[in-house]
């Protein structure tokens, strides 16, 4: 059974820092691209970033570009968001999520992250 397991969500002041990770399981997670979704209180779903298989090329929404770093740690199946600089448009619920074709397959139940002061 697949299973991706999202942590390290908290409260946060903005200009602050988090690391998200998000535990896989149930599949061979080195031969599969991942993302990092989000979604704010109330709004639609936005991508955040991908992480891609192999040579482990990477993709950030324009939201996010030098402020977030998404890697991977294929021997300990774990995919990490190192999120910087912080501001309270952040605020979300964070949600890993499995590359399969054009879409995402499977999905983590999400982090939330809170950026206030």
């Known amino acids: 059974e697949v299973q991706l397991v999202e942590s390290g969500g908290g409260l946060v002041q903005p200009g602050g820092s988090l690391r998200l990770s998000c535990a896989a399981s149930?599949?061979?997670?080195?031969?599969?691209?991942m993302n990092w979704v989000r979604q704010a209180p109330g709004k639609g779903l936005e991508w955040v970033s991908r992480i891609n298989s192999g040579d482990g090329s990477t993709n950030y929404a324009d939201s996010v570009k030098g402020r977030f770093t998404i890697s991977r740690d294929n021997a300990k199946n774990t995919l990490y968001l190192q999120m910087n600089s912080l501001k309270p448009e952040d605020t979300a619920v964070y949600f890993c999520?499995?590359?399969w074709g054009y879409g995402m397959d499977y999905w983590g139940k999400g982090t939330l992250v809170t950026v206030s002061s």
């Open positions: 149930g599949f061979t997670f080195s031969n599969y691209a």
């Open positions: 999520a499995r590359k």
